[in-house]
């Protein structure tokens, strides 16, 4: 029930902070820096967009698998996402080779962003975690102190 809860509010933010960015990006290049406006630029929002859902996805799989597993799902998130940034940049370069550096740039200004955004919100579900495990200990513990003490 928690995870439900965590993955809805994941989303919800995730989609949230994806539309501000890109809406404050296109903007930036709209208004200033319009000659550096290229078109494949709707395609980086929605890349960090997708793999946002599939970090969720995966976090959702690693609960049931043990709180233990957390961690290293996190860092293979984090490889996975830096291999195919890395990619998608050389191949941008490789095959479009239109306004290359206006294009890494915002890739790479998306990239710290969402790597802000979901490094926050994983950490903070992760301490959440822990203090809900903390509270059953306790819980634990009191009943079962009640219990023999009746």
Same mark, same amino acid.
């Given at each position: 029930?928690?995870?439900? #809860?965590? @993955?809805?509010?994941?989303?919800? =933010?995730?989609?949230?902070?994806? %539309?501000?960015?890109?809406?404050?990006?296109?903007?930036?290049?709209?208004?200033? %820096?319009?000659?550096?406006?290229?078109?494949?630029?709707? &395609?980086?929002?929605?890349?960090? $967009?997708?793999?946002?859902?599939? $970090?969720?996805?995966?976090?959702?799989?690693?609960?049931?698998?043990? /709180?233990?597993?957390?961690?290293?799902? $996190?860092?293979?998130?984090? &490889?996975? @996402?830096? !291999?195919? *940034?890395?990619?998608?940049? !050389? &191949? $941008?370069?490789?095959?479009? +080779?239109?306004? %290359?550096?206006?294009?890494?740039?915002?890739?790479?200004?998306?990239?710290?962003?969402?790597?802000?955004?979901?490094? +926050?919100?994983?950490?903070?579900? =992760?301490?959440?975690?822990? /203090?809900?495990?903390?509270?059953?200990?306790?819980?634990?513990?009191?009943?079962?102190?009640? #219990? *023999? #003490?009746?």
């Amino acid at each position: 029930m928690l995870m439900l #809860a965590v @993955k809805k509010k994941f989303v919800v =933010e995730h989609t949230l902070a994806g %539309i501000v960015l890109t809406g404050i990006v296109a903007l930036v290049y709209h208004l200033f %820096i319009p000659e550096r406006y290229f078109l494949w630029f709707p &395609a980086i929002p929605i890349f960090f $967009y997708l793999f946002g859902l599939f $970090y969720i996805g995966m976090f959702t799989f690693s609960i049931r698998l043990g /709180q233990d597993k957390i961690a290293m799902t $996190y860092m293979v998130c984090k &490889a996975i @996402k830096f !291999i195919l *940034s890395a990619f998608v940049m !050389i &191949a $941008y370069g490789f095959l479009v +080779r239109h306004e %290359i550096v206006a294009f890494v740039g915002t890739f790479i200004f998306f990239y710290f962003a969402f790597l802000i955004f979901e490094t +926050r919100f994983f950490l903070l579900f =992760e301490e959440k975690l822990k /203090q809900e495990k903390k509270n059953n200990e306790k819980t634990s513990v009191h009943s079962n102190n009640s #219990a *023999s #003490a009746g």
